[in-house]
């Protein structure tokens, strides 16, 4: 039996996930790393706390399922997207990671977008926004001149996993993508943006497809962990586009809502040359020569850890949300905005902050408990009314993974809010069972993805859309899209007060 493993760096932890060759999850294994924040708004990681996560996941592994010493036959990889690695000449770490959740580079993108924003849009597809790597390069040039005068070797978290399984320095097109260093219509490094922010293209990675082999497990490892044949490593992908593979979607008509700390709606596209104008992000997926669009709210599950903790901290999820179902649609009049931490799509504004519109006093708890589901939903389907509108997009099932689909009431709320059938993952495992079929495909044990897809992906149940319901929420939804344009100038005013 050949068995595969998907290895997913996330921002708190490490998680690796043991499949077969028939698609089955056979094992587990987990192990946590620190997260720094020198300074308000800074988000750091020590890359080498990442090794030491993958070598107690691999341990794990080997001790609980010895038959992989025979029979693991290819290791890839998931990662959080657009932190920033540098090495130096001797292939050291030269400073913490800069992650994709620091906020650090307001002023670089600002000047990235006046000094060259409609060249980026069209060359990437994105704007640049705090999240992305070339902000963070700046912000390095800028402050840090001495550590951008080591720089050697630059890359993104799980390539630096791949560096250090193999030795080979490796980068894919869905991790690339999210750096604002790609042409995504040449599918290479740009030598335009290059050379206008002055970044030594030798110093980038070369780029493969996600399930392409960047290496062999070298013979150190080999012998630390046991294993008795060479084990094949593959580029791997962005974590989102991972995720993607892992829901199945890899054609059109099919999109993923997913409802972490924050939330996601994404979608394939067939069209690589697709323009969403920077109102959406464009990436390419790990499916080769293929791009998907995806639209970001920064506090979906975060806006229903924040209700609870606050208001009701001795109730645990289920018990909060135990009643939302007796609660018509609309909550009686209540709308929540989940922009708590500021909004990334369609709004891009840092500065405004969420609302309760619509109080009166016949509401209670189970009001306000729907009305925040409800928000995060609506603030999702912002990204599909893009589509539709720039797209002509039409999605007859939406696949729906994190939180969202853990409760069937808010799951109702999702089929008829974005008015389609919601699937749900009989086995969810997020972007790490994506690493894992890239390493099935690269390894061979599937001539594609589709057929990889077929093995691995499978659906537990769907909801239907409520026509009534339906009817409600299209009333509903453009009262929704005004709370911004009311709250925005007064939410600013109270942000610099506070500042």
């Known amino acids: 039996m050949a068995y595969v493993l998907g290895l997913d760096l996330g921002t708190s932890s490490l998680k690796g996930l043991l499949f077969n060759e028939t698609g089955k999850l056979v094992g587990e294994a987990i192990a946590d790393h620190p997260l720094a924040s020198p300074k308000p708004g800074f988000s750091e990681q020590n890359p080498d706390d990442w090794i030491q996560s993958a070598d107690t996941v691999l341990n794990q592994l080997v001790l609980d399922f010895p ?85 050697r070797h630059l890359m993104l978290p799980k390539d630096y996993l791949a560096y250090w399984l193999t030795g080979n320095f490796s980068t894919d097109f869905s991790d690339a ?7 995504l219509t040449k599918n290479q490094w740009s030598e335009e943006i290059l050379s206008e922010f002055s970044i030594p293209k030798e110093i980038l990675p070369p780029i493969f497809d996600s399930a392409a082999e960047v290496g062999v497990l070298s013979n150190d490892l080999q012998k630390r962990y046991g294993f008795e044949q060479p084990i094949k490593v593959f580029a791997g992908g962005a974590d989102n586009a991972c995720a993607a593979l892992g829901a199945g979607i890899i054609k059109e008509g099919v999109a993923m809502a997913s409802f972490g700390t924050s939330g996601v709606f994404l979608s394939y596209e067939s069209e690589r040359n697709i323009d969403y104008k920077g109102e959406l992000h464009v ?46 649609p609309g909550a009686d009049g209540l709308l929540f905005t989940p922009y708590l931490v500021g909004e990334r799509i369609p709004y891009k504004d ?80 997020g972007p790490g069972m994506g690493a894992a079929m890239l390493a099935a495909v690269g390894s061979g044990l599937f001539s594609d993805f589709t057929s990889c897809v077929d093995q691995f992906v499978h659906y537990a149940k769907n909801i239907q859309p409520i026509p009534e319901n339906v009817r409600q929420y299209e009333k509903i939804y453009p009262l ?18 506070s500042d």
């Open 177 to 183: 993508a999210g750096t604002l260093l790609l042409d």
């Open 283 to 328: 990436f390419c997926h790990t499916v080769t020569k293929e791009v998907y669009s995806m639209g970001v709210t920064l506090a979906a599950g975060n806006s229903l850890s924040w209700f609870r903790d606050t208001f009701a901290p001795d109730k645990d999820f289920s018990e909060l949300l135990q009643n939302i179902g007796k609660i018509k």
């Open 480 to 497: 929704y899209q005004k709370v911004y344009s009311q709250t925005a100038e007064l939410c600013h005013a109270l942000q610099s007060l």
């Open 67 to 151: 038959e992989i010493k025979k029979e693991l036959v290819g290791i890839s990889f998931s990662g959080q997207m657009h932190s920033l690695v540098i090495l130096d000449q001797e292939k050291q770490v030269i400073r913490p990671a800069i992650l994709w959740n620091d906020v650090r580079t307001t002023k670089q993108c600002q000047e990235i977008m006046s000094r060259f924003g409609d060249r980026l849009v069209a060359i990437t597809k994105n704007i640049a926004q705090e999240g992305f790597t070339l902000p963070k390069i700046l912000w390095l040039q800028e402050n840090e001149p001495e550590n951008w005068a080591k720089v």
């Open 350 to 429: 840092s500065q405004i902050r969420s609302s309760f519109i619509g109080i009166d006093t016949h509401h209670r708890l189970d009001h306000f408990s729907r009305a925040v589901l409800e928000g995060i939903t609506f603030s999702l389907k912002d990204s599909q009314q893009i589509m539709k509108e720039t797209a002509n997009r039409e999605f007859k099932q939406i696949v729906s993974v994190g939180g969202g689909a853990k409760n069937k009431e808010w799951l109702q709320m999702q089929a008829d809010i974005f008015n389609a059938e919601m699937l749900v993952l009989e086995t969810e495992q």
